[in-house]
């Protein structure tokens, strides 16, 4: 059985681990992968949004299953071209990626289908957005329509600010054309959560749950990142909050989603805000979180590509998806100055083996150089420790993350922090 893994990040590493699991699993290609990918999985230098590069090469290797992790590719339509050509993926297509690839569409599904979320309006005209947020209630979340790599959303606490958030996507395109239009949504409040879920479009069949560190600095303080560290299970996600989920936004959405002609295969991303009225959607991603799933697929017990093709084939009811008991911590070692300016090119070097030993380590911005491994972007490794306890998995990453160094090396002191407090 020969696979393709389309993506080259943490995600994508803690994909393919798990993939290789499987005995029948026999060659891994990565396109494009990464530096530490490259000891996994053979690495093509096929950019992940190249759709003709990406299904030339699955057609001249005979690859019999293809992963579309990100979600650019999704959103362009990777999984149609690809099943064209009569190659099975995981993944949704095209008119089902759209769940993330248009805030405008799945706000509108979820009003339409009753799925509770913030209020919000869309805008294509910038005037009418301007007007809107001289009376929007404070503070208020302004959202550009498109893929924005996850930064496209700004929390104004003044009208003057949303103005200001309004015209530098509307007219200024600060995040291109994702920018064109615009939602304006009420601010909502109380601890987030992260559920992906396994989905044939019929059968829903939910992950451990896990809480995302989104901000760059301590405290949540600081720029919006990819994400800085992850934790699993969620503990704000009690048993009856995941039943309500189940009822009121799980079922409904992929029954929506099939009853307006856009059956969803693949993995469907849930982020959550748990509010005082219950919990509410905040996005909904076409694909696996990162670095969500650099910890929830080391508590996965269930062989990955069977559920995987399972999914992909329509009958995931036929699989028991089973998690471990346990907990996990993954904590993103990241370029200094990330997220805006940092440096590449930094040699890594395990400084303790023994140490390093202890953790699972995923790459992410990653590349090899003269037979060296070196930084090549601003998320650079992921480290995930699992442990009995949330406090034994956290206190195993950090102590990992003594053992390996680059120049400007840089990780938030506090991942997990707030998960073990219990308060938001
Ligand atoms: P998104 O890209 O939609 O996940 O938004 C990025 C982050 O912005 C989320 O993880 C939330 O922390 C925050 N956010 C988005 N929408 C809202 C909202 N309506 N109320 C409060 N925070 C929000
Ligand atoms: N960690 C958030 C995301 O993958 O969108």
Not at 69 to 94: H, T, W
Not at 125 to 154: E, F, Q
Not at 175 to 184: K, L, M, N, P, W
Request: hydrophobic share 40%.
């Amino acid at each position: 059985m020969k696979i393709m893994v389309v993506g080259g990040g943490g995600r994508e590493h803690a994909i393919i681990r798990k993939l290789k699991e499987n005995p029948s699993v026999e060659k891994i290609y990565a396109l494009p992968g990464n530096g530490g990918i490259a000891r996994d999985a053979e690495c093509v230098a096929v950019g992940a949004k190249d759709l003709d590069g990406i299904t030339d090469f699955a057609v001249f290797h005979g690859i019999d299953f293809a992963v579309v992790a990100p979600d650019d590719p999704l959103v362009m339509g990777a999984v149609d071209r690809l099943e064209e050509k009569g190659i099975p993926c995981f993944g949704p297509r095209k008119n089902a990626a759209i769940i993330e690839g248009s805030k405008a569409f799945s706000k509108e599904l979820m009003k339409k289908y009753g799925i509770p979320t913030a209020a919000y309006e869309t805008f294509d005209d910038m005037n009418k957005a301007l007007a809107y947020v001289k009376g929007a209630p404070l503070p208020v979340v302004v959202k550009a329509d498109g893929l924005a790599l996850g930064k496209g959303v700004l929390i104004c606490q003044t009208r003057e600010e949303a103005a200001e958030a309004v015209r530098s996507m509307m007219e200024g395109r600060i995040f291109g054309d994702s920018g064109a239009r615009v939602v304006i949504e009420e601010f909502l409040e109380g601890p987030e959560v992260s559920v992906l879920s396994f989905t044939d479009g019929e059968t829903i069949v939910p992950m451990v749950s896990s809480m995302d560190h989104k901000r760059a600095l301590d405290g949540d303080k600081g720029l919006n990142t990819g994400g800085m560290g992850t934790i699993a299970p969620n503990p704000f996600y009690t048993p009856d909050v995941a039943k309500r989920c189940m009822d009121e936004i799980f079922l409904p959405t992929i029954r929506a989603m099939k009853a307006e002609g856009r059956l969803f295969r693949g993995c469907l991303y849930f982020g959550l805000m748990i509010t005082k009225d219950g919990p509410k959607v905040i996005e909904y991603n076409c694909r696996f979180g990162d670095p969500e799933t650099q910890v929830v697929l080391p508590l996965l017990k269930t062989d990955l590509f069977t559920i995987m093709k399972a999914v992909s084939e329509g009958r995931l009811s036929d699989v028991t998806v089973e998690f471990s008991e346990g907990a996990a911590c993954c904590l993103i070692l990241a370029s200094g100055g990330y997220p805006t300016r940092y440096e590449k090119g930094k040699e890594i070097v395990v400084t303790d083996e023994k140490r390093l030993a202890q953790a699972e380590v995923f790459h992410a911005g990653t590349a090899l150089k003269d037979g060296k491994l070196v930084t090549s972007g601003g998320r650079v490794l992921g480290l995930t420790c699992t442990g009995k306890t949330l406090a034994e998995a956290v206190a195993k990453a950090y102590d990992a993350a003594q053992g390996i160094a680059f120049e400007g090396a840089y990780y938030r002191r506090d991942i997990g922090a707030r998960a073990m407090k219990g308060v938001v």
